[in-house]
């Protein structure tokens, strides 16, 4: 089926571990979106990325590491989880001509 | 950076109420407005916005854009408990990056 998932779900990792949450979209939309969503504060942008092998900073990038490969993968790794990146994660992506961003489920992170 | 204001944080009305749902965003790169619907899950899209007075309408809900004075409202009639939801105002900004940021959300309960 077409669309944008995300993979974990749910993971529940410890402090100072690597973790790294998958997205995949099957549209071959050139726009990809990392976002943390915490009560309080919204969605906020993490790393954003215009094509394969093109990414950069959002809003509150550090702690993270992106990487695309291809096209239709955007990871996102923590590369030594910490308590403060507890929360839900969401990954997006756009056409290039369209300002509308289509999200995939999310993946509940929790750091012990 | 530009700022995203939503009003009210919450809301609780009764089935039947009708209800207005505020935005104000700052206008350094203004691109255009979107409006999102988020129940337990991803946030989906309702409307974008990138003309002053046009009102975008969908079933009960219906959204308009003042760019002369930098807010937006969703309108949404004889709400149902259905309707429950976070709902989530962002301005895309960043040239030709499709760059979206987002209010904290407004969090409406309609109670049957």
């Known amino acids: 089926d077409a669309g944008i998932t995300q993979s974990p779900r749910y993971k529940i990792t410890e402090t100072g571990r690597q973790v790294t949450l998958m997205c995949h979209q099957t549209?071959?939309?050139?726009?990809m979106f990392w976002y943390r969503q915490d009560l309080g504060h919204g969605l906020r942008l993490i790393y954003y990325?215009?094509?394969?092998?093109?990414?950069d900073k959002g809003e509150v990038p550090d702690g993270y590491v992106v990487s695309r490969s291809k096209t239709e993968n955007f990871p996102l790794t923590l590369e030594s989880a910490t308590r403060s990146q507890t929360s839900v994660y969401f990954c997006?992506?756009?056409?290039?001509?369209?300002?509308?961003?289509?999200f995939g489920p999310g993946t509940r992170l929790t750091v012990l | 950076e530009d700022k995203v204001v939503q009003s009210p944080l919450s809301l609780v009305v009764h089935e039947g109420d009708t209800v207005t749902l505020n935005c104000s965003y700052e206008v350094t790169n203004f691109r255009s407005l979107l409006w999102y619907k988020q129940e337990k899950k991803a946030p989906t899209f309702l409307f974008m916005l990138t003309s002053s007075g046009i009102e975008k309408k969908s079933g009960r809900l219906s959204s308009i854009l003042d760019k002369k004075e930098l807010f937006s409202i969703l309108n949404i009639t004889a709400t149902q408990t259905g309707d429950s939801a976070i709902y989530l105002c962002a301005e895309s900004y960043g040239g030709a990056t499709n760059k979206l940021i987002f209010g904290t959300g407004t969090l409406l309960a309609v109670q049957p």
């Open positions: 549209w071959s939309h050139s726009y």
């Open positions: 997006a992506s756009s056409d290039p001509n369209l300002d509308e961003q289509f």
């Open positions: 990325s215009a094509a394969a092998d093109i990414t």
